[in-house]
């Protein structure tokens, strides 16, 4: 006669099982212990990105000299000019590129400072109305022919009005009345002194050359 068959015993399958289960979680708490504090290390030894309202040093050079200045990295060339180098020579006009007023020249080519960032400057030359003029108080052609031509009224365009004729006839673009127009129609005048303007740039091409 066989014997009856007896399951397996529940209670060793119920332990094997949760030996398992135990098993795998500890593993899995483990590994994730593991992982956790090798991402604490990994950020505790990555510098925190900098702050970029934290001035930093710059140097400019203005005028054939350098300045030293410590800027957020936001400020534009002509604010630094202006609050920090303490030349007001150049205008804030539109503070959108619009007018012209902000006129300055770099590395002889006139550009925008209310667009361009100080920071994009450094290393570079950068001219203003004040460096126009000789050490000795002599001024620049271009400056004198804007008084002799009565080329202004108000005057707060006039500083940029005169780095952008300069660099017109610098750049070849003052050969006619159009040209100059054309050249110099970036530079807004709310006086209209236009036609004062055009003559004052044909008046100072030629001394210009001479110097």
């Given at each position: ?19 398992r ?53 936001r ?70 022919a ?14 940029g ?38 003559d ?12």
């Amino acid at each position: 006669m066989s014997l009856p068959e007896f399951p397996d015993n529940p209670t060793r399958e119920n332990s094997g099982t949760s030996r398992r289960n135990f098993l795998k979680t500890t593993l899995a708490t483990t590994m994730t212990a593991t992982m956790l504090e090798r991402a604490r290390a990994e950020a505790a030894s990555t510098p925190a990105p900098a702050d970029i309202r934290e001035p930093i040093a710059m140097t400019l050079r203005v005028n054939g000299r350098d300045r030293r200045v410590s800027l957020d990295v936001r400020t534009t060339l002509l604010d630094a000019l202006r609050e920090h180098v303490g030349l007001t020579g150049t205008k804030k006009g539109c503070d959108q590129g619009q007018c012209g007023a902000c006129t300055v020249l770099v590395n002889n080519k006139r550009v925008l400072s209310c667009l361009t960032l100080a920071a994009v400057a450094q290393g570079q030359e950068v001219t203003t109305i004040e460096g126009l003029a000789k050490a000795d108080g002599t001024l620049h052609p271009m400056q004198q022919a804007f008084i002799d031509n009565d080329a202004f009224q108000c005057g707060y365009c006039t500083p940029g009005q005169i780095m952008s004729a300069v660099a017109c006839v610098q750049e070849g673009h003052a050969n006619t009345d159009d040209d100059i127009r054309e050249y110099m129609s970036g530079n807004l005048c709310r006086c209209a002194a236009y036609p004062n303007i055009v003559d004052a740039v044909k008046q100072a091409k030629p001394q210009m050359k001479e110097s």
